[in-house]
């Protein structure tokens, strides 16, 4: 059964920094693996989606790396600001069903 | 990526009734996904709704509980039945992309509270 982790659960930091968000898996066997951004009482915007020959995706300022041998996808954000702000998940695509992780709430202040 | 439009965003209902929630997809999909989201948790996904075929529920979730329906390749809604305030959470569907694109879009959620 796919469990999937992330840490560290909460972050906050101040505007400007680059920051390293972490995806961990049990189950290597996936499909893919796709991150995404949460507002408070929102839905899910998706960010990146790594495939399992890839390994890495970037879009803007987010750069997601993909190590299937180890169980483990980064999420990393470049020069981080306020409007940053959110919830991440990380989901693992395991039999054409997400799992997805605990999630890493962040906070940028100015 | 697909669109869906996703209604009610909120709702606050008395416990003992039921809430439909409806999804509408921009595109013909195979499949589309019903998931949970508790206060604080992380997603857990109720149900897979094929077009012409019952869903099918994942460990924990009921037909009875969830009845989903899933009249055309577009559309689906999940009702909420004989509601408690445990069943307060955030109710998203989500589809598998297309066109080559196998990322998963949600819609924007449906809140409820119920009381």
């Known amino acids: 059964k796919q469990e999937v982790t992330q840490i560290p659960a909460a972050l906050s930091v101040p505007e400007g920094e680059n920051l390293v968000l972490n995806c961990s898996f049990t189950d290597s066997a996936i499909y893919n693996l796709q991150w995404f951004r949460q507002d408070p009482g929102k839905g899910l915007t998706s960010l990146l989606l790594i495939q399992s020959s890839q390994r890495e995706q970037t879009s803007g300022r987010l750069n997601a790396s993909l190590d299937k041998s180890s169980g483990r996808s980064t999420l990393y954000i470049a020069a981080s600001q306020p409007g940053d702000s959110a919830t991440y998940l990380c989901?693992?695509?395991?039999?054409?069903?997400?799992?997805f992780g605990t999630g890493t709430r962040l906070q940028v202040f100015p | 990526s697909a669109v869906i439009s996703q209604k009610p965003s909120r709702d606050i209902c008395q416990r003992g009734t039921s809430l439909t929630i409806q999804c509408q997809v921009d595109?013909?999909?195979?499949?589309m996904f019903w998931y949970r989201q508790q206060p604080g948790q992380s997603l857990t996904l109720i149900a897979t709704a094929n077009q012409g075929s019952e869903a099918t529920y994942e460990s924990g979730f009921v037909i009875d509980k969830f009845p989903i329906s899933r009249p055309n390749l577009t559309f689906s809604t999940l009702t909420v039945s004989n509601m408690s305030p445990e069943d307060s959470s955030i109710y998203l569907c989500?589809?598998?992309?297309?066109?080559?694109?196998?990322?998963?879009?949600f819609g924007s959620g449906t809140r409820l509270t119920v009381v």
């Open positions: 989901a693992a695509n395991n039999t054409d069903k997400l799992i």
């Open positions: 989500s589809v598998e992309g297309v066109e080559g694109d196998y990322g998963y879009t």
């Open positions: 595109s013909q999909v195979t499949m």
